[in-house]
């Protein structure tokens, strides 16, 4: 079975290999002529994003605006992955206290307190790679990782049950769902507003002190990446407790 | 990428073959992104916007104020509202952002579906008692007939 897998692993390889390196039709590595260099679209969204939105980083633009879609279900997909992992390992035991607290489960000291050093520092540089993922790299995916990691952090610092004090899973889906309800109010916005579902040019009829529909999709941007934040810090630290548990929810590791 | 395809393929446990998928996920999308490279003329793309002093050489070099040719721009009416008006780009300055948001895309789902998977996985266990597919089969089986 190995040798078998082997055999076809390699000769797969190989075709790949000869595909690439052999074969004309492939461009030659970083060169700006290559087919999906040359395509419109990559090259139309390099011209007018300054134009169109006002945003200078071209992959957040494209990512929230242009394929606002793709980016909205992939937040859905996020939340459904989280309601999947709880679905599938999720144990409810009613019986309860059992839970043993024994000497080593105490949190250490040097570790407790760095982490008080740290965490509002982390969770400080996720707003700042939220709110600058316009400007530099960074966004709502990016910062909801960054913050939901400060979370995880409470959990191995101290344990999964003070984590979950300040953010129990109830809040911590809540939130995943209001997460999602952001992105599509902003959508659902442009559509009252006589446009096309996450069109958001027009949104600076209603926003104070917007006067051009690019300024609107700037600040509808960062919306949307604040709504995708909530999502995926709230999914990340589930995921984490739920499997860190077996699904049992306390304590932790 | 035949590291992460040879460890899904040939390997018996399951954890093994989840760390095979994620090496196969993590090579596609270094492939994606190396599409979008242009070495040697191409800087992030992030178009320079610190003020005056912040200019990219290649990207003011390159940069090209053909605006008639990108037409349309009559409908932005904002655009006007500006005393100078964004330059125009040059897309050999910047590396594709296409395939970089595609990866975005790509590696947040591969997330979840590496979360799930485990979830799926820890069940398994829990409820078979091992993650050998060897033994699971042959488990599953005997469940299958008794």
């Not at chain 1, 074969?23 to 002529?33: C, N």
């Not at chain 1, 953010?167 to 309800?181: P, R, T, V, W």
């Amino acid at each position: 079975m190995k040798k078998l897998a082997g055999i076809v692993v390699f000769t797969v390889g190989l075709i790949l290999l000869y595909g690439v390196s052999s074969l004309d039709d492939f461009p030659s590595w970083g060169t700006p002529d290559s087919p999906a260099n040359k395509s419109p679209l990559s090259q139309y969204f390099i011209k007018n994003t300054i134009v169109d939105t006002e945003v200078p980083n071209m992959v957040t633009a494209v990512l929230a605006d242009y394929r606002g879609y793709d980016t909205m279900f992939e937040t859905v997909v996020i939340f459904v992955a989280g309601l999947g992992i709880f679905a599938v390992v999720r144990v409810f035991e009613h019986g309860g206290a059992s839970r043993v607290v024994t000497a080593d489960t105490k949190p250490d000291i040097i570790i407790t307190n760095t982490c008080r050093l740290l965490i509002p520092l982390i969770q400080l540089f996720a707003l700042y790679v939220l709110a600058h993922g316009h400007s530099s790299p960074g966004g709502g995916f990016q910062g909801g990782v960054i913050m939901g990691a400060s979370f995880i952090l409470v959990a191995l610092a101290w344990d999964l049950d003070i984590a979950l004090k300040r953010f129990s899973e109830k809040q911590a889906f809540i939130c995943s769902g209001i997460g999602i309800l952001i992105y599509a109010g902003f959508g659902l916005a442009s559509v009252f507003l006589g446009e096309e579902f996450l069109n958001y040019g027009i949104i600076h009829k209603i926003l104070p002190g917007v006067d051009s529909p690019e300024m609107a999709r700037y600040y509808a941007m960062l919306g949307v990446e604040i709504g995708v934040m909530f999502t995926v810090t709230s999914i990340m630290f589930l995921i984490y407790g739920l499997l860190a548990t077996r699904g049992k929810m306390t304590a932790g590791l | 990428m035949m590291i992460g395809l040879w460890g899904m393929i040939s390997k018996n446990n399951l954890i093994k073959k989840l760390i095979g998928m994620s090496i196969f996920q993590t090579a596609i999308i270094l492939f994606y992104v190396s599409v979008a490279v242009k070495s040697e003329t191409a800087n992030i793309p992030i178009l320079p916007h610190h003020g005056h002093d912040y200019s990219p050489k290649i990207a003011l070099a390159h940069a090209v104020s053909d605006d008639h040719e990108n037409g349309g721009h009559d409908d932005h009416a904002g655009h006007q509202a500006h005393p100078v008006g964004p330059k125009i780009p040059d897309p050999d300055g910047y590396a594709n952002p296409l395939p970089h948001v595609l990866m975005l895309t790509a590696i947040v789902v591969g997330v979840a579906t590496l979360g799930l998977a485990l979830a799926i996985t820890q069940k398994i266990y829990r409820e078979y008692g091992t993650l050998e597919e060897d033994q699971l089969l042959e488990k599953v089986r005997a469940d299958d007939h008794g």
